[in-house]
Antibody
């Protein structure tokens, strides 16, 4: 069974760096064609794709946020980490990690973690 | 960047009736289009990928069609559990993605 789960702080202050961890099971990120992505959803808004890391460790980012985002494999083989620098109240959202096979839809999602940016 | 425009923003339909949700792309996405369902307080769920292929476990009443820039998600006979928000997503420029703004399907 494939599962993912996001973890991280519920509250961060403006200008701080946000670090989120996606812990997954049931698949390997070294399997050819398998990727993990991050997607967020601000309250009452649409989904926004943020970043992707693929089976080779290559990384890709949303054009609008690329200067602030870093995605990487975690210290454990079943983790992916997303870092966002210089957060702003506009970054308040629920952050999801998902599995996505290449040229496929995002077939499994974590439950999401809600982050509030406020002083 | 490819922009996806979904219409209508809200669709009111009675249970048992058919619903058709539209997604238009600003340029061709070929067949690289997916649909997701999101219920309140839940993560999205993949319904359809590659325009018309149902994901694992998705009932046959959900179907997708279209090509190029015009796509439709059809739900043939609405069940109570189908009332939710639906998003289209393109991955023609893989590995980057964009989502539409969503259509809320509500009970009439």
């Amino acid at each position: 069974q494939v599962t993912l789960r996001e973890s991280g702080p519920a509250l961060v202050k403006p200008t701080q760096t946000l670090t989120l961890t996606c812990t997954f099971s049931g698949f390997s990120l070294t399997t050819s064609g398998i990727c993990v992505t991050w997607v967020r959803q601000s309250p009452g808004k649409a989904l926004e794709w943020l970043a992707l890391i693929d089976w080779d460790g290559d990384k890709f980012y949303s054009t609008s946020l690329k200067t602030r985002l870093t995605v990487s494999k975690g210290t454990s083989r079943n983790q992916v980490v997303l870092t966002m620098t210089n957060v702003d109240p506009a970054d308040t959202a629920t952050y999801y990690c998902t599995r996505v096979p290449r040229y496929y839809g995002m077939d499994v999602w974590g439950p999401g973690t809600t982050v509030t940016v406020s002083s | 960047e490819i922009v996806l425009t979904q219409s209508p923003a809200t669709l009111s339909v009675s249970p048992g009736e058919r619903a058709a949700l539209s997604c238009r792309a600003s340029q061709s996405v070929n067949t690289n289009l997916a649909w997701y369902q999101q219920k309140l307080g839940q993560a999205p769920r993949l319904l359809i990928y590659a325009v018309s292929t149902r994901a694992t476990g998705i009932p046959a009443r959900f179907s997708g069609s279209g090509s190029g820039t015009e796509f439709t998600l059809t739900i043939s006979s609405l069940q109570s559990e189908d009332f939710a928000v639906y998003y289209c997503q393109q991955y023609n420029n893989w590995p980057t993605y964009t989502f539409g703004q969503g259509t809320k399907l509500e009970i009439k």
